[in-house]
């Protein structure tokens, strides 16, 4: 033990943390139940009297949103029970993801038997520290576990999720063909990934007074006209006062979508120049017309200036009122949060989607990768005592009626089966929207152990009551203003860990430095001052030899067929 605590920073005050975050907490490894080969291969026999406790760590800040009014008797505690006489006993984080992980694992003995958490891929932030774990044997492998019990879950390691994340991440190959996490979040095929919507988003009643049509902004240079009309009228918000003509969320959230006309599509940050030679596409001349752009935006009073970094309850204030004309993020957020605010009161007020609006090569798409990259993940400590009643339960949570019962409930109680697609029952359905099932396990924590989500290949909607009353608004914009595009393939950026100056390349790349100077580009006195300093960036990563490291990626153009840049 004292030779793994050896491989943990501050070891000392990490375990006393840790102690005092972990103590008092009830065991799931009760003697009673350590019997790791002891239990029927029947998901539906109680082998005794007393069911198997599983204490699981959901490893996520601000989840204990999710705990459960009673972990033993909820509906779907009980159906779990009666189908594999597992208990799950949660508890949750409430300070950062990765100290916890380091937390837990400098302690050596961790006191879970299964842990959910963000796995991005990579190896810095929480996807470092777990496969730093598994490297030294702080994981249970699964491979025998799952090829036993695992049929519903195996599916989950591959299926829907990026070819580079599955090489790299859930396979590393410094996991010696080990397998220790396994992705949830993830969809069951193509249609069942969720689009989310993003775009640009106008007053209804500033565009209707204008005489300007959601589909006449197909340019960013659209929005531009339609805010430069907007400051020169007399409009204002709900407490009186002027409109401001464009702005976002908070940090800068998203005004990419203004911008999206000169955005270069990418899947790993590179383009092509017209001579051939792979370059960031910081370096493209879109980035310049981008930074024109903004610069113009902000320069004439057209773009709120505290917008860039303005904290969520400000921006919240300037939307509630609705102060911008023009604004952007994805439509769930805009759907939700003005369920509560202003159109109560000021319906005209409606922020509706405006577009298409095309990216720099022409297309309305968004390209999206054929499975995520990146995802949350499950994984076993090498001392839970009960990894065989985990593997039993997380399956049977897996099969069809499990995900349902996740999802759903209970079938005859809260939903019924219509035409083979579960029907909540009108009495449980504004429930389940308003988040009051959450407590009774119904769409609630359970879900951090469910992979390949089938919403729409089975379910036929993403959330319960959807099917039942379709929501035109965002029928729209999925399939004219931001449909997605797939594509199949290897991104290049995974090629980076293997050029000898990765380090020095991450940190040269930053992009908070990055950041700091485009910023600082729109906030020139004069568009040539402006295009100084995006030149004076473009020079900091010429000056940093960057060039070495895009004729290294560029070498790497043949190293399999299915490089997307």
């Known amino acids: 033990m004292k030779e793994k605590m050896k491989k943990w920073p501050a070891v000392f005050l990490a375990i006393t943390m840790a102690f005092s975050l972990l103590v008092g907490c009830e065991s799931g490894r009760e003697s009673g139940n350590d019997k790791p080969n002891g239990t029927k291969t029947e998901s539906s026999g109680n082998e005794s009297d007393k069911p198997v406790h599983v204490k699981a760590f959901i490893c996520w800040n601000g989840s204990s949103s999710g705990r459960l009014e009673d972990e033993e008797n909820n509906p779907v505690a009980k159906k779990i029970k009666e189908a594999t006489n597992v208990v799950f006993n949660f508890e949750f984080a409430t300070s950062s993801e990765v100290e916890n ?57 591959s299926t829907m999720v990026a070819k580079d994340f599955y090489e790299n991440d859930v ?22 990934v969720f689009n989310w919507g993003y775009t640009v988003y106008a007053r209804k009643d500033i565009m209707e007074a204008l005489g300007w049509k959601p589909e006449d902004f197909n340019h960013s240079e659209k929005i531009y006209e339609f805010l430069k009309e907007v400051k020169a009228g007399d409009f204002k918000d709900a407490t009186g006062n002027p409109v401001i ?27 092509r120049d017209e001579d051939g030679s792979l370059k960031n596409t910081v370096f493209s001349p879109m980035m310049d017309e981008e930074v024109k752009f903004m610069h113009k935006m ?49 319906p005209e007020m409606e922020y509706v989607p405006v577009g298409p609006i095309e990216d720099s090569s022409g297309s309305i798409y968004r390209n999206e990768l054929k499975g995520r990259a990146g995802t949350p993940a499950w994984f076993i400590p090498k001392n839970s005592k009960v990894a065989e009643h985990v593997i039993k339960a997380i399956n049977y949570m897996n099969s069809d009626e499990g995900k349902r019962l996740l999802r759903y409930g209970v079938e005859g109680i809260h939903y019924d089966m219509n035409n083979g697609k579960p029907v909540v029952k009108p009495e449980w359905l504004k429930k389940m929207n308003a988040g009051e099932t959450r407590k009774i396990g119904i769409g609630g924590v359970y879900l951090e152990f469910m992979s390949l989500t089938p919403s729409m290949s089975q379910w036929g909607e993403f959330t319960p009551g959807e099917a039942q009353k379709p929501d035109p ?66 020079n900091y990563l010429l000056d940093g030899d960057i060039e070495k490291y895009w004729e290294f990626m560029d070498g790497k153009s043949g190293a399999r067929e299915d490089i997307l840049w």
């Open 473 to 538: 608004v965002y029928e729209k914009i999925i399939t004219e203003i931001s449909p997605y595009k797939f594509y199949e393939g290897y991104r290049a950026s995974y090629f980076a860990k293997e050029y000898p100056k990765y380090e020095e390349i991450r940190e040269l790349t930053d992009g908070n430095t990055r950041r700091d100077y485009i910023e600082r580009a729109y906030f020139a006195k004069t568009q040539e001052e402006a295009l100084k300093i995006l030149n004076e960036y473009r």
């Open 298 to 346: 902000v320069s004439e009073g057209l773009f709120d200036p505290e917008a860039f970094r303005q904290n969520d309850t400000i921006a919240k204030e300037k939307h509630a009122v609705g102060r911008y004309a023009v604004s952007a993020a994805h439509y769930p957020h805009f759907r939700d949060f003005f369920r509560q605010n202003l159109l109560d009161e000021h």
């Open 101 to 157: 992980l380091n937390l837990m694992f400098a302690a050596g003995d961790v006191p879970y038997d299964v842990v959910a958490a963000p796995y991005w891929g990579g190896d810095g932030g929480e996807t470092g520290v777990i496969k730093k774990a598994g490297k030294q044997g702080m994981l249970l492998p699964l491979n025998d576990l799952l090829d036993q019990y695992g049929e519903n879950i195996k599916p989950a390691l």
């Open 171 to 192: 396979r590393d190959p410094d996991f010696n063909g080990n397998i220790y996490v396994v992705p949830y979040q993830t969809a069951a095929a193509p249609e069942d």
């Open 245 to 271: 003509p464009a702005g976002n969320w908070h940090n800068g959230w998203a005004y990419g979508e203004m911008i999206r006309s000169f955005s270069v599509p990418s899947f790993s940050g590179f383009f």
